[in-house]
DNA sequence: CCATGAATTTCGTCC
DNA sequence: GGACGAAGTTCATGG
């Protein structure tokens, strides 16, 4: 294999794994570590298959250029199109801690219900404060505008709900972004940032307790 | 798939390529993108297979569980050890154009031969000073001691033949670290820090002239 | 489409 | 083994 685009590299020849995707994308695999592949062409590019010889190229002229000395196996596949990862591992099991530690959102705060289901979707932690009035809780990784618009729009429908009423927000996240955290102040909402890993030691600390 | 471990992802369930190799290690492909796979586990890590369930799990703690359902294709093969990727770009080019312009070597620098072969392998470059004397040239990407200590071991050889003697050193690199500074000083050998784009931009003026 | 910042970054090197 | 920086970084988001 010989590559020429960003730099020049070159694969002496010996028994590798080639792997052909949809998008035409390709990559050289040796029989060790999953992640990198030895060598690949990123989508969008183009595969031409000449007799032992396949070229691979880009828009930017970048050319993949591999020689096929002896094929041991070859198959293909129809994949269909893939669901993709769901990588919701760090905001749900950060509702999950805050929900078993409501006095890290404040003092004196108590939880009411965990995904608190309204008209517009599911509040992610409905809380009390310690003067007993409702505090509605926005939990996510990254504290981004759309965060704080969502929370938005939760107070306004629970504002009006004599069962609920009076509301306040709190906007609570492992990093807020600096946009985000104006909008809230000017709309009311107090932003909480959150430390995973410290939170996750007082959750483990206070099960250790009992 | 479920992965718990620096964060939890899942991915639901599709007809995906599943990749085990020599090390243990462990990726998941869609068909699409040649780079990255969905979801991965990296050696060192170990691979438990039970009838339908894969579960595989490093040192940390990390844990990958996969769900066969059903299985299309399964091959084997092996593929030995890797001679493993040669990125010359960057150093050959820089051979190349020092070879070009051996003036920005030293003042009065000629070039005699390219990979002049000796006993224990080729000398980057062989020159002549201003004076007409040799100059055996190391060039490096990075200057490091090892490149000082290669040089030198050149030397040693090529200034006990008497169609080459009396011989001096140049360490040519685009970045020389202090430690192989000092040692190539101490060892009489000159150190001089390569301009990649600058020459580059100089040989493409020379070609421009003629 | 370009700039910025995160990433289960990975990967190499220095200390 | 940990810290630091580069990578054909890749990848998503914001403007």
Request: hydrophobic share 40%; net charge negative; with cysteine.
């Amino acid at each position: 294999m010989d590559y020429v685009g960003r730099l020049t590299a070159h694969l002496p020849l010996a028994t590798r794994l080639l792997m052909v995707k949809a998008d035409g994308s390709i990559s050289i695999h040796a029989d060790d570590r999953a992640y990198k592949p030895l060598n690949w062409m990123s989508p969008p590019c183009r595969l031409e298959e000449a007799p032992g010889v396949w070229r691979v190229v880009n828009k930017a002229g970048e050319e993949l250029r591999i020689t096929l000395e002896e094929i041991l196996h070859d198959t293909s596949h129809e994949l269909g199109v893939d669901p993709g990862l769901r990588k919701d591992g760090v905001e749900a099991h950060l509702q999950e801690l805050l929900a078993a530690t409501p006095s890290a959102l404040g003092v004196g705060f108590t939880l009411v219900r965990r995904e608190h289901m309204t008209a517009i979707g599911p509040v992610d932690l409905l809380c009390r404060d310690a003067t007993g009035a409702h505090v509605a809780v926005e939990v996510k990784r990254r504290g981004d505008i759309d965060g704080v618009e969502q929370l938005t729009r939760y107070l306004e429908l629970l504002g009006r709900d004599p069962l609920i009423a009076p509301i306040t927000g709190v906007f609570a996240a492992q990093e807020i972004k600096p946009q985000a955290r104006v909008l809230a102040t000017d709309r009311g909402i107090r932003c909480v940032v959150v430390d995973y890993d410290a939170l996750r030691g007082i959750v483990r600390d206070e099960l250790t307790l009992f």
